[in-house]
């Protein structure tokens, strides 16, 4: 399948054994030429150049060698090379004309007849010297009786039948004795018909030799012409072959497509290696369709144009790329435009593809690997195919994902500039990347947040237990010890046992804190030796490395290591087995002894006390009551010494949460401010101050239900927000104060004042409001108001550049300004494959010039895939690929087909451009005159 123009590497001055000037062997057998003809090829393999002419001085005898062996090109397995890599091979001549007394290369079609080649040698009045011979003969100057100038030089070729318009003549472009751009040559230039020149190695930084070639200079005529670099190589080691070429675009190797390349050499021609897009859709494939039937098209890395009358199925491609990458139009619950558009994609699938168990499939290439996506009309099964892998089943987010493209319907981006999603879409989808990541991270944080904050309010709340199961302790106690010290009838000896009971307590409360310790780490050192079985990870047999001895030790080292740590944990954890607590147990065992005598001698010395039965029935009540009150406490200063230090955490992921938000900001911002460059001025977005206030709004409102703070309240927050020249710390401002009152109720030492909040305050917000706060809003609300993840909202201005320089809100910009700006930045912005379809719909007329010119520029960055009826997108927009759509029969316009593909140079494209495109003579017209021609 054609799929238009790309680019060649091209050396068109390459000498053969045959020059005079030949340094190395000169081959004069069949079997010796042939031999060096292979050796050439395949030094042009090796050093990348894709096309040569063999140009030697008035001869044409090695070029059918050069050819033969280009055709017969095998790879390193002895298998033939593919027909579109095989080494292009132009025959040419080096012609040195009298007048002008100057060179210039004459090339011809690439499939030129061979046995045509000596007409053009008698044509210009050259006799060679015979094949047999090893060289050429000394170049003698044409004379002018022969040819009398450039323009001599184009009649006399053009009255040889098979060489009209099939031959392309470039002089010399220096200011040397061979070159035409020598002192008073101006004439000759001007006058002359070509479009291009050539020069001996890479192109001179001479700024007036520049300024000649690029119309700059009046005396030349303001002429501007292309010129291609070249090697000259004339030796056998080929160590200047390919030191001086140009790339240049064609579609087919013939004359007309190197002249097309001159008339737009801004396009088709490149000095250093071409940057093209490394994301692009390279083929569709449609099973069956109802109007299509089936369909197989390539398509070109850079501009591929559809073109055809109205309804003749451009549109409709262009549809089944997008439905079959799962392309999705933003807004559809929004705006009933969108929603249209939606509903004719549905309609179109149902009727043209549903009913013939259609199948889309599209191929798409991403930094060289292949991605094919199929699609089933009926089944809605979408199956992913990356690189050699097998088809797997993949969602639309997936596919959306990893193929992203960024497309238009018919006159949707004229419609764009009042839809703020669409809008934001141009700052955010070219940095998508990295604002998932940001997102991501986001969510991490709110998750470590809430259980941090989660921790830190338990922490609190059991604070606050502790505090009053201490209070109660200290009542208990002291009720105890006044009813000890009513006994009578005790001995000095008694009361010192009863005063010890209180000692024996102390201890009871110190051992069972160390025994839930040990208990605790026991129990921790266990989970991490539960977990280091997921561990270490291993380096995938076949996942491909390069340094294997280094990667190999490496991984030895951390086994090592990770092994070592499981042994040490093995001993760690063999720490709290009895035998090794058997000391500890001890000390316990004997302590219980020492508790069991001492409690039988304080009941006897209760006992004894007869006569105070009441007293001590109340002291075994209230020492009950202590026991418990003491296992409470030290069971919640075990839970506080688990939870750690949940306060630190908690201001630190705060810190991590609106550095993230900031991060967003800045990322946004710098996005703006490029979309604003690339707009070249026109659109200009603010986001450093356009918080997404909706968001927060409802928030508050969900938040402060029950609280009967009116709506006008809530909104005087936001204003206090958005007034702000930093929205953001305004917010956390805000926040910090309604967390001061959300926690107001689990303080620990609760003040008897409400806390400040200026933010609220000047919000309009009143002391019965905050005290509402206090009671109804909790940590919880608050927590949720926290961990909601803050949107922006860039806004989006017009520039006018009217006399005022008035700046308008960009939705005030006719519908034309709207599109033709945004059109702009999408033709300047990287990346992703981008599908319009009749952008002229949406355009103002008076832009089509810039447009273009955009065009030209974006393709090198971006794919483009238009439908368009305007000739001048396609033509001086330099489409590499033009896909013609019509109808089967014209007369019944049932089904269509796609008629023709391939570049603006073949006729046949030519001819559907200017039989059907609005404008299509008057396109290639401008193209000629936009140089001179």
């Known amino acids: 399948m054609n799929k238009g123009t790309r680019f060649f590497n ?6 053969s054994p045959r020059d005079i000037n030949w340094t190395g062997n000169k081959p004069v057998t069949d079997t010796d030429r042939n031999a060096y003809a292979d050796t050439f090829v395949l030094a042009c393999r090796e050093k990348g150049i894709n096309a040569v002419a063999i140009t030697d001085h008035h001869d044409l005898s090695f070029f059918p060698y050069i050819k033969n062996a280009a055709n017969n090109e095998v790879d390193s397995e002895g298998e033939p090379i593919r027909e579109s890599d095989k080494l292009v091979v132009f025959p040419g001549i080096e012609l040195t004309l009298s007048n002008p ?6 090339l011809l079609d690439a499939n030129f007849p061979e046995d045509q080649l000596i007409r053009v040698l008698h044509k210009l009045a050259i006799e060679p010297n015979p094949i047999e011979e090893p060289s050429t003969k000394e170049t003698i100057p044409i004379p002018s009786d022969v040819i009398n100038g450039l323009n001599d030089l184009q009649i006399k070729l053009d009255t040889i039948d098979v060489l009209k318009g099939k031959y392309i003549v470039l002089p010399h472009t220096s200011r040397g004795h061979k070159g035409l751009l020598r002192r008073d040559f101006y004439e000759h230039y001007i006058k002359m018909p070509c479009v291009g020149g050539y020069a001996d190695g890479a192109l001179s930084d001479n700024q007036g030799l520049k300024n000649i070639l690029e119309g700059k200079d009046r005396n030349y005529g303001f002429k501007s012409i292309a010129v291609f670099q070249t090697s000259d190589n004339r030796k056998e080691t080929f160590e200047d072959l390919g030191t001086a070429t140009t790339w240049v675009k064609w579609a087919t190797p013939t004359a007309e497509a190197l002249r097309q390349a001159c008339l737009a050499k801004e396009s088709r021609m490149s000095l250093t290696e071409p940057v093209l897009p490394q994301v692009f859709i390279s083929r569709i494939s449609v099973t069956n369709s109802k109007f299509l039937g089936r369909v197989e098209l390539e398509l070109n890395q850079q501009y591929s144009a559809f073109i055809g009358g109205r309804g003749t199925g451009k549109s409709t491609l262009l549809e089944y790329i997008r439905w079959g990458l799962c392309d999705q139009i933003l807004g559809v619950d929004k705006y009933d435009s969108e929603s249209e558009i939606l509903k004719r994609r549905r309609t179109l699938i149902e009727k043209t593809l549903v009913p013939f168990a259609g199948e889309i499939r599209i191929v798409a290439s991403i930094n060289g690997i292949e991605h094919i996506v199929k699609r089933n009309s009926v089944s809605k099964e979408i199956l992913l195919k990356i690189g050699d892998g097998e088809f797997e089943k993949a969602s639309e987010d997936e596919v959306r994902r990893l193929i992203p493209i960024q497309a238009y319907s018919q006159k949707q981006l004229s419609s764009v500039g009042v839809r703020t999603d669409e809008l934001k879409r141009f700052i955010q989808q070219p940095i998508a990347n990295e604002l998932n990541n940001i997102g991501f991270n986001l969510r991490e944080v709110s998750k470590n947040l809430k259980n941090a904050y989660g921790n830190l309010v338990r922490k609190i709340e059991i604070q606050n237990e502790i505090d009053e199961l201490r209070l109660q302790s200290k009542s208990v106690h002291e009720q105890v010890q006044n009813l000890r010290n009513l006994l009578k009838g005790l001995t000095e000896e008694d009361k010192k046992v009863i005063e010890n009971k209180e000692l024996f307590e102390n201890e009871q409360t110190y051992i069972q ?17 539960k977990s280091l079985k997921n561990y270490p990870s291993q380096l995938d047999d076949e996942t491909k490395i390069l340094n294997e001895k280094l990667i190999g030790e490496l991984q030895s080292s951390k086994t090592k290591l990770f092994g070592d740590i499981g042994k040490n944990l093995e001993k760690i954890i063999d720490l709290f087995n009895e035998e090794n607590l058997e000391d500890y147990n001890d000390s316990i065992t004997k302590w219980k002894a020492l508790k069991k005598s001492f ?14 039965e009441s007293i001590i029935k109340e002291i075994n009540k209230l020492e009950a009551r202590l026991r418990e009150l003491t296992d409470s406490i030290n069971d919640r200063l075990s839970k506080i010494k688990e939870l750690g230090n949940p306060e630190s955490v908690f201001a630190a992921e705060k810190i991590k949460w609106y550095s993230l938000h900031q991060e967003k900001i800045d990322l946004l911002d710098k996005q703006a401010k490029l979309f604003t460059e690339l707009s070249k001025g026109l659109i200009q977005a603010e986001v450093t101050k356009s918080i997404n206030i909706r968001s927060i709004q409802e928030l508050l409102l969900t938040s402060f239900t029950g609280t009967r703070i009116s709506k006008e309240k809530i909104d005087g927050i936001c204003n206090q927000i958005t007034e702000n020249e930093s929205p953001l710390d305004s917010w956390k401002q805000a926040l910090e104060e309604l967390k001061s009152l959300a926690e107001y109720r689990i303080l620990e030492n609760k003040p008897i004042e409400l806390p400040e909040t200026p933010t609220l305050t000047a919000a309009g917000l009143n002391d019965i409001n905050k005290q509402r706060i206090a009671e109804l809003f909790n940590p919880e609300n608050w927590l949720s108001m926290l961990t909601q993840e803050i949107e922006f909202e860039p806004k989006f201005f017009y520039a006018t550049g009217n006399q005022m320089d008035d700046i308008i809100p960009f939705s005030e910009a006719s519908a034309g300004q709207q599109a033709t700006a945004l059109l702009s930045v999408l033709l300047n912005q990287e990346g992703i494959p ?26 090198s960055k971006r794919q483009l895939i238009f439908t368009s009826h305007n000739a001048n997108l396609v033509v001086n927009g330099d489409a590499e690929l033009v896909v013609c759509c019509d109808y089967k029969e014209s007369s019944q316009q049932t089904q269509g087909e796609i008629k023709h593909e391939g570049a603006i140079d073949n006729s046949e494209i030519r001819d559907e451009i200017t039989l059907i495109m609005e404008g299509g003579e008057k396109a290639f017209k401008l193209r000629k005159e936009k140089y001179g021609f």
């Open 10 to 15: 091209c050396d068109f001055q390459v000498h």
């Open 599 to 612: 409690d039988i001698s304080y009941d006897q010395i209760k006992e004894k006390a007869s006569a105070n």
């Open 513 to 529: 804190e160390s025994t839930n310790e040990i208990a605790l780490f026991e129990e921790k050192f266990k989970s991490i030796a």
């Open 101 to 106: 007394p100057c060179q210039a290369l004459l």
């Open 834 to 859: 981008l599908l319009i379809d009749q952008p002229e719909d949406d355009i103002d007329n008076r832009a089509i010039t810039e447009i273009i010119e955009n065009i030209w520029t974006a393709k």
